[in-house]
């Protein structure tokens, strides 16, 4: 069984930094690929990054280019988004999600089956 478990959200000033971790337990990163999307109020659920597990090939929406990045430790089961450059427009629910799939520009949302519970990302203006 599946269980991701998101940890690191919290509020921080504009133009701070944070890590969000995720840890992963019953799937592996050789045959997982790993996302994280978030929520912000009232808004849908958008893609921030993605992670290939057949290639490591990422993927990171728009708005989020050149100041988040993505990162798996395969030892640790742990998957990582750190953010730099925070904006109160990223104030948001974040969750890691798995999918076995691999080819990341056919993925959306509704694609990854597995999900975590998320946590909460404030930015402060």
């Known amino acids: 069984q599946v269980q991701l478990v998101e940890s690191g959200g919290g509020l921080v000033q504009a133009g701070g930094s944070l890590r969000l971790s995720c840890a992963a337990s019953g799937l592996s990163f050789s045959t997982f690929s790993m996302a994280w999307f978030r929520q912000a109020h009232g808004m849908e659920r958008e893609l921030v990054a993605s992670v290939s597990w057949f290639d490591g090939i990422t993927l990171y929406g728009d708005s989020v280019k050149g100041r988040f990045t993505i990162s798996r430790d395969k030892d640790k089961n742990t998957l990582y988004l750190q953010m730099n450059s925070l904006k109160p427009d990223d104030t948001a629910v974040y969750y890691c999600?798995?999918?076995?799939?691999?080819?990341?520009?056919?993925?959306?949302?509704?694609?990854?089956?597995?999900w975590g519970q998320g946590t909460q990302v404030t930015v402060s203006s």
């Open positions: 999600a798995a999918t076995p799939r691999y080819r990341l520009h056919q993925l959306s949302s509704t694609d990854f089956p597995s």
